[in-house]
């Protein structure tokens, strides 16, 4: 019988969840605070454990990392709120197995508490050979290396850059691995044993962004139920990744600018200030500079998170790379959908090669976990890729969008291949972000 800690502070949902798990014949343990969790966790072994985001005395995310660092074997599912789906979204990227949204749905939970429990031993074996492999590991989680000139560099950079305690800002276009670049550097950190915390400065409200870097206090404002650890006291001794940074307001570049000269944080609603000894790696796919000139970007907070810079190379930069990272993200799409797909038809690798990828490494993961799940052979063949490939012609020898035809439609298709991103969008279209703008207006599209 599966062992499960479930670890939820409102009462009548934990019990709940609890008599229909039980029903289901696992064995559930309840603890409702993350003090209580960690007391069941040193005295009992657990096959699974199931976290509310939202705890009194902790914040989901950093339990999870602290259950993954003392315990890895033991796979972590999220419990979240339908207004925290990017959160646990995010989480899964920092090694949460899956997530829950509420109110819950039976079959749902069924099926994500099966499949992780199904998968943890798997992740066990593959732990203990990516350690033996030198980090030959999955983007997602860990460094891999390539082959081209550009990654060389970059490696060469991340090696050099490491051991030292220098500010790091990673430049480069959505979805070249910026993260995992960051994660890289703090590996061969000394920092190494403490938390990694990442933190995505576009998904934060600028009215909460004191509240998330630095803690709050119960009752210090409308909806503080309980006191809050931030993500600077979270990182203290590690490293704190701030994702597109250039997306924080001018107010919150102040707070943290203060908080990085100061090295102290004072959370809301409190007079006590907190040391912080925290290392910052920042990232941008935007210039910067071009933000500092323009008045959207304070130069000294500029100057203090940029004391060496990363450029995260795109895929078309690292063509030489591209099957050897399509060869791994096979390896990984077999393992998380149990299937034995042995490799690319020579159609497929040809497609690959003339394709441009704007979503760079996190749009090749997709297309390979999407085609290996529809894929009925031995090999990925062509007839599983996404429509975008077949028009790469009607685009262009380039792969770029012409606007001289169907210019509506090579709109919706850029903002479509760039996830609605726009800035992206108008580089694919080649095209300014105010023309892009105007041509929204005028085609009324949203």
């Given at each position: ?24 014949a696992?064995d ?8 209580e ?24 995310i ?16 999220l ?23 509420k109110?819950?749905?039976?079959d ?9 429990l199904?998968t943890?031993?798997t ?9 033996a492999?030198?980090k ?5 989680n ?7 000139v ?10 050099l ?9 990673i430049?480069?276009e959505?979805?070249?691995?910026k993260?995992?670049i960051?994660k ?6 000394q920092r190494?044993n403490?938390n990694?915390?990442a ?8 009215e ?5 870097f ?5 009752g210090?404002?409308?909806?503080a ?23 924080l ?5 102040i ?6 000269q100061?090295?102290?944080?004072k ?14 790696i ?5 210039d910067?500079r ?10 000294d ?24 990272f399509?060869?791994?993200f096979?390896?990984?799409a ?19 090669q003339?394709?441009?990828w704007?979503g ?18 031995d ?10 490939f ?23 298709h850029?903002?479509?291949?760039t996830?609605?991103?726009k800035?992206?969008a ?12 105007n ?8």
């Amino acid at each position: 019988m599966p062992k499960i800690l479930l670890i939820e502070d409102d009462i009548s949902f934990c019990k709940l969840l609890e008599r229909f798990l039980v029903k289901k014949a696992f064995d559930v343990t309840i603890a409702f605070s993350a003090e209580e969790a960690r007391l069941y966790i040193k005295k009992e072994s657990f096959d699974l454990i199931l976290t509310d985001l939202r705890l009194p005395d902790a914040d989901g995310i950093v339990l999870m990392s602290e259950f993954k660092t003392s315990h890895p074997e033991i796979p972590v599912i999220l419990m979240t709120g339908y207004s925290d789906v990017n959160t646990a979204v995010k989480a899964i990227k920092n090694g949460a197995s899956d997530y829950i949204s509420k109110p819950f749905n039976p079959d749902e939970v069924l099926l994500v508490i099966t499949n992780a429990l199904q998968t943890a031993p798997t992740e066990k074996v593959v732990v203990k050979e990516k350690k033996a492999v030198n980090k030959q590991a999955s983007p997602e989680n860990e460094f891999v290396k390539g082959i081209s000139v550009a990654s060389k560099k970059l490696l060469e950079h991340i090696k050099l850059v490491s051991p030292t305690d220098m500010s790091v800002l990673i430049i480069g276009e959505s979805g070249t691995g910026k993260e995992i670049i960051a994660k890289s550097i703090h590996q061969q950190s000394q920092r190494k044993n403490n938390n990694f915390i990442a933190v995505d400065c576009g998904a934060i409200p600028k009215e909460l962004a004191a509240s998330e870097f630095f803690g709050h206090l119960k009752g210090s404002f409308t909806g503080a139920i309980s006191d809050k650890t931030g993500y600077f006291e979270a990182a203290n001794g590690g490293t704190i990744f701030l994702d597109e940074i250039g997306n924080l307001s001018y107010e919150n570049q102040i707070q943290l600018l203060r908080a990085l000269q100061e090295r102290k944080i004072k959370p809301v609603g409190s007079n006590k200030e907190i040391n912080v000894d925290i290392r910052i790696i920042t990232a941008t796919n935007e210039d910067l500079r071009e933000a500092v000139k323009n008045g959207d970007f304070r130069e000294d907070l500029y100057h203090r998170i940029n004391e060496f810079s990363i450029q995260s190379p795109s895929l078309t930069d690292r063509g030489e790379d591209l099957m050897v990272f399509a060869d791994y993200f096979l390896e990984k799409a077999n393992q998380q959908l149990n299937k034995d797909i042995i490799g690319f038809s020579p159609e497929v690798v040809a497609i690959f090669q003339k394709y441009s990828w704007p979503g760079n490494l996190r749009e090749l993961q997709n297309c390979i976990k999407r085609a290996t799940l529809l894929s009925q052979g031995d090999f990925i063949e062509s007839d599983v890729l996404p429509i975008e490939f077949f028009q790469t012609e009607k685009l262009g020898s380039s792969g770029s969008f012409s606007l001289s035809d169907n210019e509506r439609e090579a709109i919706i298709h850029a903002l479509s291949r760039t996830q609605n991103n726009k800035s992206e969008a108008a580089k694919l279209l080649k095209i300014t972000r105010k023309t892009l703008y105007n041509k929204l207006k005028q085609y009324n599209i949203d």
